[in-house]
């Protein structure tokens, strides 16, 4: 129970960000550009059906604006990109539906 605290508490003011490709290929291509462009932390990959996945990571705004950006980038170059958006102060319940 005290690790989940932490985590909330570490979660507390930090963005969500979200970009979402079509197959394996382009999650992993949009992830590593994410990682790469700015200091997040990669949450977790979800995959929603029918080809498509989600991945999510979580850091201060900029950072994870940055990092979507590019994860963007990454997933149009491959003709994979379907969706991206940031979500800058999560409610705290969305948050707890995103702790690893």
């Known amino acids: 129970m005290g690790q989940a605290n932490g985590q909330r508490e570490r979660a507390k003011g930090q963005a969500l960000g979200m970009v979402e490709t079509r197959g394996l290929v382009g ?9 790469k462009a700015a200091d997040v932390r990669l949450v ?8 498509y996945v989600t991945t999510i990571v979580r850091g201060d705004v900029a950072a994870v604006r940055a990092a979507v950006e590019a ?3 990454a997933a149009e170059a491959l003709g994979e990109f379907v969706a991206a958006h940031v979500i800058a102060q ?3 319940l969305v948050n707890r539906g995103f702790l690893e």
């Not at 977790?44 to 080809?51: D, N, P, S």
């Open 27 to 35: 999650v992993v291509d949009a992830a590593d550009a994410m990682c």
């Open 90 to 92: 999560p409610h705290a």
């Open 71 to 73: 994860g963007r980038r």
């Open 44 to 51: 977790k990959t979800i995959r929603i059906g029918g080809g």
